[in-house]
């Protein structure tokens, strides 16, 4: 006898999908489907499981991406935005805004290339990168008689 998968693992599945594929133009409905459920009852489920709507799970997978895209490549905001799966450069300015407080171009300007790409000699970076914890307290020790 074959036991039925429960619930929550279909939901699993589509978030799955929408971590995966964050780019494509993912519905509530493609989700749903590869939940197996109705697109409302999906939704209840999801927001029930994750603490969050469905679309709003898809849209902040989105940000974060764009978001790392920003401090890591030089590749435009509207690059990015069409990148990340948005098709609006409006939209995506405002709901960047507000979840990372700022706009893209601002965010980008936070993490300069410079700061990036410098290179620390291997000399420098072994004699700072030493640990410096004793916990053998040979200084500390009192000699012996």
């Known amino acids: ?26 519905t509530v409905a493609d989700l749903a489907r590869v939940a197996g459920l109705s697109p409302a009852h999906f939704s209840r489920e999801f927001r029930r499981a994750f603490g969050e709507a469905p679309h709003r799970y898809l849209l902040t997978r989105r940000l974060e991406r764009a978001a790392a895209l920003l401090r890591t490549t030089d590749r435009s905001v509207t690059e990015i935005c069409f ?16 979840v990372h407080g700022t706009t893209p171009t601002a965010y980008r300007a936070a993490f300069p290339p410079a700061r990036r790409l410098v290179r620390i000699p291997d000399c420098v970076a072994r004699a700072y990168g030493r640990p410096q914890n004793r916990t053998f307290r040979e200084d500390e020790a009192p000699a012996r008689p």
């Open 83 to 98: 990148a990340v799966g948005l098709t609006s450069v409006g939209s995506f300015t405002t709901s960047f805004r507000r």
């Open 1 to 26: 006898m074959v036991s039925a998968v429960p619930p929550a693992r279909h939901l699993l599945r589509a978030r799955d999908l929408a971590d995966a594929r964050y780019a494509e133009p993912l």
